[in-house]
């Protein structure tokens, strides 16, 4: 049985934040920002925005794409470190919204940004054990990075979710069964304290703990292939990486470590070839935490020139605290049309550029959403209207 993303979806916030400006009212060059980092704009959402919203939005898409009914779907589950209660999960938010049916499991994953992954590993596991008996599996991967202002993790924020359906019927990536090397360790690179809606980070550090799991991992998953040896660089057996991209140049700095691991002397020259198109929309969105690897495969199925049917994808998740996965994936034929129609680029050019003022403002009102009173007008189309008796309220 083959088993992988049959659908995928992809929300972002209608408000994005120009990097060049931010970094003008930092006292920054933008060159720091927009070339250092390798971000171009960060989206930021609005009151109105949070992740059950996003996720629900990304899901509605994944469904739509595949033409799949919610009574088809056995298993929803939301991986998330952005939470909205410390009880409810988001995945159950998620199942209102979107009318899935009574006889699903549902919950919730946090593992830092690898909370998806954890999700989409379970989900295939339970396919391909048969328990899914022909319905698939919903994983939605949504967040909200918030890093305090002025810091230097400002620059790497953003917002979006990715949902992906799950199923015997992988009409864009068969994941590949067996072929995952996994690397986890206990380490104090990033976390986010109960009481802080910002996330705390030692930066430099987490670069390396990065760099660090990648090298685990990667070796892992050649253990786990048991093909390692042979004529040339093992990672030209891929014909596209994909990294975890908090920023873009985590991903060349991640390229380069593992070519160097390769063996490769010149470790930058594959960078555009294998790397280049997964970070056309992250440097569009910026940091989202648990998607942010999901939307650079989305970025590459929909922006590689090339016809990548049949091609094998490598793919690297990180989530600090730390654990990592290095698992792959086999391109389908039409997945990279299908990814195409979603129109991905053309709703990231609709979106609306917030002045530094308007983001600063947006920042501090998010710090008291939770409380917020419930706005009187009903509205539309998966919105936060606040809170009433303590519960919150979801416009359809
Ligand atoms: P910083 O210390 O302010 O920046 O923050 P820097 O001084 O290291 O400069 C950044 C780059 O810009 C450098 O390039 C500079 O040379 C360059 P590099 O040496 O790295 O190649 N630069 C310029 N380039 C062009 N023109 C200029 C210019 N000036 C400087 N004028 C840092 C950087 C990443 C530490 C900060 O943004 C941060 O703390 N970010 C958050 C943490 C993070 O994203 N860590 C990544 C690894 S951990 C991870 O991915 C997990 C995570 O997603 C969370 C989760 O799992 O949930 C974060």
Avoid at 313 to 336: M, P, R
Wanted: charged share 20%; net charge negative; glycine share 10%.
């Amino acid at each position: 049985m083959q088993v992988g993303l049959e659908a995928i979806g992809v929300a972002v916030p209608d408000t994005y934040v120009e990097l060049a400006d931010l970094a003008m009212a930092r006292g920054v060059a933008p060159g720091k920002y927009v070339d250092g980092l390798g971000v171009t704009r960060m989206g930021v959402p609005l009151v109105d925005e949070d992740t059950v919203t996003l996720a629900a939005r990304a899901a509605r898409m994944a469904l739509e794409s595949a033409r799949c009914s919610p009574d088809d779907i056995g298993l929803l589950v939301v991986g998330t470190e952005t939470a909205v209660d410390h009880s409810k999960p988001v995945a159950s938010y998620v199942q209102g919204l979107l009318g899935l049916s009574t006889r699903c499991r549902i919950f919730e994953t946090k593992h830092a940004c690898y909370g998806g992954t954890a999700a989409l590993q379970l989900a295939l596991d339970w396919v391909r054990s048969g328990s899914a008996k022909g319905r698939k599996a919903l994983i939605v991967c949504s967040d909200i990075a918030r890093y305090g202002v002025g810091t230097p993790g400002e620059p790497t924020q953003g917002a979006g979710a990715v949902a992906m359906l799950v199923s015997d019927h992988p009409a864009l990536v068969v994941l590949e069964a067996g072929k995952t090397g996994v690397y986890s360790k206990d380490v104090m690179d990033f976390w986010r304290p109960l009481y802080s809606k910002d996330a705390l980070v030692d930066g430099h550090y987490s670069v390396q703990c990065y760099l660090d799991a990648l090298e685990g991992a990667y070796r892992s998953y050649q253990e786990a292939a048991g093909d390692a040896g042979g004529e040339g660089a093992y990672s030209d057996r891929f014909a596209a990486l994909v990294y975890h991209v908090p920023y873009g140049k985590m991903s060349r700095k991640a390229h380069r470590h593992l070519r160097t691991l390769d063996g490769d002397a010149a470790p930058d020259a594959s960078f555009d070839r294998l790397v280049g198109h997964s970070l056309v929309m992250p440097s569009q969105v910026g940091n989202i935490y648990t998607g942010s690897m999901y939307l650079a495969l989305a970025s590459l199925l929909s922006s590689a020139p090339e016809d990548l049917t049949g091609k094998r994808v490598g793919l690297f998740s990180y989530g600090s605290g730390s654990c990592a996965e290095f698992f792959s994936g086999v391109v389908q034929d039409g997945a990279q049309a299908r990814v195409k129609a979603l129109g991905l680029e053309a709703r990231l050019a609709r979106r609306r550029a917030l002045s530094i003022p308007e983001y600063e403002d947006v920042m501090r009102a998010r710090e008291h959403l939770d409380e917020r009173p419930a706005a009187d007008a009903a509205g539309s189309g998966f919105r936060y209207q606040g809170t009433r008796d303590h519960k919150r309220i979801y416009a359809t």
